[in-house]
């Protein structure tokens, strides 16, 4: 057993990402695919440590940071969320969160239906459908143990975790591919390509040079605090009440509220140079611990048709991505970027959709509409929908508790 600390995590994470740089760079499948770097870095460090298990050696990580860092990453994207934006995005909005209702249905659909064909519990379906795909790992435990108290399924929390684990990793690899394949058919905007040097937005474009400075960097750095004192606090009232949300789901809405508020009343004006830095080292570095401390044993121990329903999730997934999302957004190259995020946070998790969407725009140039409606979309309203989704799903009458 060798145990990492805080400081051999962190080591190891910045690691991953240079890793995961080095392997775009050089091999060109990676790159032309526009998988992202903490993806291709992580998966790699996850693939050695799985084998090192097989040799009985086996690596943990300390990954008190990565909540620290999730919950930094959605107040960035509160904090860049301002209501004229939002007010011009929103027809664009209403039609992603359409095609996203789509997915959540079809999900639940498919997963029990495969179920029931492969003579399994219809719960395993549900379980194996939007609650650990488009939820992740934390609704995915939640409900797992809902399921197990409930409803009486074994190691429901179990097959939870694992599911949840499977659609983080595919949706990191499915949504350059879907993206690069979406791109041949339409014509990116010249601007994108040959405009005069212009300061990138938000999370657009990562790896860009941006001017700063250390006073307003400490600014942002306050914010990013405030956002995530308030935010927990936020949490904590509505705990156990009809209103309860996730933490960073409290912690973007105290940025967005921050962000609007200060400008309102004329106190400050949030400098999105900064909060775009801060944002993307947050995004980077949460992304590369999830994925090197994935317990891909975890994905083996999965019974064959629960890897069937799982596999044919992922590939309704790009499916729906190709013909409904890209159509619905306007099969043009913001709908590309769009389908490429929507696979991401409909398989995995919203941090998973915006680097799938760095890798497509870092390419190809910026979507300033992707990177406005996707952390939306995937940060706050699917979570509200997919419990709603959720519970209809419960409602009906073979799902009645015993």
Not at 173 to 182: C, F, N, S, T
Not at 304 to 320: G, N, R, S, Y
Not at 385 to 392: E, Q, R, S, Y
Request: proline share 4%.
């Amino acid at each position: 057993m060798i145990q990492l600390d805080f400081y051999g995590t962190l080591v190891a994470a910045s690691l991953v990402l240079l890793l995961g740089r080095g392997l775009i760079a050089r091999v060109g499948i990676l790159r032309n695919f526009n998988i992202p770097e903490p993806v291709a870095g992580g998966l790699l460090v996850a693939l050695a440590l799985l084998l090192l298990r097989t040799l009985n050696v086996e690596v943990r990580f300390d990954t008190s940071l990565q909540t620290p860092l999730m919950l930094a990453f959605f107040a960035t994207i509160g904090l860049s969320a301002d209501f004229a934006s939002l007010k011009k995005g929103g027809r664009v909005v209403g039609v992603f969160l359409i095609a996203v209702i789509g997915l959540l249905v079809l999900q639940n659909a498919m997963g029990i239906g495969l179920a029931t064909m492969l003579g399994l519990d219809p719960l395993m379906g549900l379980l194996t459908g939007s609650i650990t795909l488009a939820g992740g790992h934390g609704t995915g435990a939640a409900w797992g143990t809902v399921f197990n108290e409930k409803y009486g399924l074994a190691s429901a929390s179990e097959l939870a975790i694992a599911s949840a684990t499977f659609g983080l990793v595919l949706g990191g690899l499915i949504g350059g591919p879907v993206a690069r394949l979406l791109i041949k058919r339409v014509e990116v905007p010249s601007c994108n390509m040959k405009e005069g040097p212009r300061l990138p937005k938000g999370f657009e474009q990562p790896n860009k040079e941006r001017s700063i400075t250390p006073s307003t960097f400490i600014e942002t750095l306050a914010l990013i605090a405030v956002s995530l004192l308030a935010g927990n606090l936020l949490n904590g009232l509505l705990h156990g009440t009809a209103f309860e949300l996730p933490t960073f789901v409290c912690v973007l809405f105290v940025g967005v509220l921050l962000r609007n508020g200060l400008s309102a009343f004329g106190l400050y004006r949030v400098f999105e140079r900064e909060v775009s830095v801060l944002g993307n080292v947050s995004l980077s570095l949460f992304l590369a611990i999830a994925l090197m401390s994935l317990k891909l044993w975890d994905l083996a121990a999965l019974a064959l048709p629960i890897f069937v329903i799982l596999a044919v999730q992922a590939l309704v997934m790009a499916l729906f991505a190709i013909f409904v999302t890209f159509r619905m957004m306007g099969s043009n190259y913001d709908a590309a970027v769009l389908a490429a995020g929507h696979c991401g946070f409909g398989l995995g998790a919203t941090p998973t959709a915006i680097a799938n969407m760095q890798a497509v725009t870092q390419r190809f140039g910026p979507s300033q509409i992707a990177f406005l409606v996707v952390p939306m979309v995937g940060a706050f309203f699917i979570d509200i929908i997919n419990v709603i989704v959720i519970k209809l799903y419960l409602a009906l009458p073979f799902f009645a508790v015993t």
